[in-house]
């Protein structure tokens, strides 16, 4: 699986777009890029995953590169429960193969405070 | 639709013992992972099971051994622990036709 490198931590003001960015250079044609959030003291929660499209569900955006050498993570609307650590992750995805959700490689993530 | 649930939530053990943590996936879920999380890292995949077989390890001591039951519950054992077995221990379910884990809030695990 491709590595990723993110900033260590970000700031952003309460009611502005919080855009986490994600360098995945040797990401290979079959590797989907995912996000997972951290709130502190519980289990990471999925937020996002694309391919090479760009994706929007009710919590966040992914923007993905034209190369697919980079995305962003966009949260439209920062809020204080906002405020975790943010993981990106590159992996292949295998349809009908069990359990193709293990064995995603966490990164240390980038810590996103949102301020009032 | 019930969440992953994990037991217990905390657990203290001298080193040398034995331990056992116990994870209920989501329901309508076959698949079972589980983590480790050191502090102030991120989450190291152990192993994984599916359809009670273990079909994917990460780079663990085989003392981290689990099991996983007809109902996908699952269980991680650590044997003869040691001090840097400390750790949150995560576990998270999926099925095999999602893209996305679900996590429980994990076993804090000290060992002393």
């Known amino acids: 699986d491709a590595k990723t490198t993110q900033p260590t931590s970000m700031d952003c003001a309460e009611g502005r777009a919080a855009n986490l960015p994600c360098n995945h250079s040797?990401?290979?044609?079959?590797?989907?890029v995912y996000w997972y959030r951290q709130i502190h003291s519980q289990g990471p929660q999925y937020i996002i995953h694309?391919?090479?499209n760009n994706e929007t569900n009710e919590m966040a955006s992914l923007i993905i590169t034209e190369d697919r050498k980079s995305s962003t993570l966009i949260l439209p609307h920062a809020t204080l429960r906002d405020t975790a650590v943010y993981y990106c992750?590159?992996?292949?995805?295998?349809?009908?193969?069990?359990?193709?959700?293990?064995?995603?490689?966490f990164g240390k993530g980038t810590k996103l405070s949102v301020k009032p | 639709e019930t969440g992953v649930t994990q037991s217990p939530t905390h657990l203290i053990k001298t080193r040398g013992q034995q331990v056992t943590l116990r994870c209920s996936s989501q329901?309508?879920?076959?698949?079972v992972s589980w983590y480790q999380q050191a502090l102030g890292q991120g989450p190291q995949f152990i192993f994984q099971?599916?359809?009670?077989?273990?079909?994917g390890r990460g780079n663990f001591p085989p003392r981290f051994s689990g099991l996983q039951f007809p109902n996908y519950s699952s269980e991680l054992n650590v044997n003869a622990l040691e001090l840097d077995d400390s750790a949150l221990y995560l576990c998270?379910?999926?099925?095999?036709?999602?893209?996305?884990?679900?996590f429980g809030q994990g076993t804090r695990l000290t060992v002393v």
């Open positions: 998270a379910s999926s099925r095999d036709s999602g893209p996305e884990a679900f």
């Open positions: 040797t990401i290979s044609g079959n590797e989907y």
């Open positions: 694309g391919l090479k």
């Open positions: 992750i590159v992996r292949g995805f295998l349809l009908n193969y069990g359990g193709s959700q293990g064995n995603l490689i």
């Open positions: 329901s309508g879920h076959n698949t």
């Open positions: 099971y599916y359809r009670e077989e273990e079909n």
